[in-house]
């Protein structure tokens, strides 16, 4: 059975400050996707790679998908209150109907 | 705005029950797929129709079915409701089956409580 796991599960920080959350798992997954959810909405897309060791970037948020494709980091920049809300990372492989989500991490950036 | 839309946004029935959800998908979508997403935890697969056909399942028994429509709308049936299915249900609307392949806008949900 293919799982990923989030780390931390919460993190609450200042704004301004930088953080990492991260997305591991014991198998490869030939993509990985990232999603922010708020309250009473549902997962919105950020980003998808798919390369091992590929970087992306949007704006101050930094993905990166590990060598290997089991793990995949979330890097953000100078953190601000509308980057609060729950950061889900899923993986999926080629041509599968079926994505795994991770629990998640729960970001609360005061101001 | 996603252009997915879910029907109701809040629902409340008594454990025993049957319960129907809806799913408008995005205009041009031909793919539906359905998670149930419990308190704290991240959205659980349950199954994806493609062109009216259920294309894929998740871990989850038979009680719970779905449909589609020629228009690719769909709905999520469950019988038998118990106090565990109380969460948030989350339908997904993609071109083309596996919501890895292309991207999947969701809808805001349907909060289903079970007592």
């Known amino acids: 059975t293919q799982l990923l796991e989030q780390s931390p599960q919460f993190l609450s920080i200042q704004e301004g400050e930088n953080l990492t959350v991260y997305c591991n798992s014991s198998?490869?997954?030939?993509?990985l996707q990232w999603y922010r959810q708020e309250p009473g909405e549902g997962p919105v897309l950020l980003v998808t790679v798919v390369t091992g060791g590929e970087v992306k970037k949007l704006k101050r948020l930094t993905f990166q998908f590990g060598d290997a494709r089991k793990d995949s980091s979330l890097h953000i920049t100078a953190a601000q209150p509308g980057d609060t809300g729950l950061y889900l990372c899923?993986?999926?492989?080629?041509?599968?109907?079926?994505?795994?989500f991770g629990a998640g991490t729960r970001l609360f950036v005061k101001a | 705005e996603t252009g997915v839309t879910q029907s109701p946004t809040h629902l409340i029935k008594t454990r025993g029950q049957q319960v129907t959800l809806r799913c408008s998908s995005q205009s041009g979508h031909n793919t539906v797929s359905w998670y149930q997403q419990a308190l704290g935890q991240g959205p659980q697969f349950i199954f994806q129709y493609y062109r009216e056909e259920e294309n894929g399942r998740g871990n989850f028994p038979p009680r719970f079915s779905g449909l589609q429509f020629p228009n690719y709308s769909s709905e999520l049936n469950v019988n038998a409701l118990e106090l565990d299915d109380s969460a948030l249900y989350l339908c997904?609307?993609?071109?083309?089956?596996?919501?890895?392949?292309?991207?999947?806008?969701f809808g805001q949900g349907t909060r289903l409580t079970v007592v």
């Open positions: 198998s490869v997954f030939s993509s």
């Open positions: 997904a609307s993609s071109l083309g089956a596996g919501i890895m392949n292309t991207e999947a806008f």
């Open positions: 899923a993986g999926g492989n080629t041509g599968g109907f079926k994505t795994i």
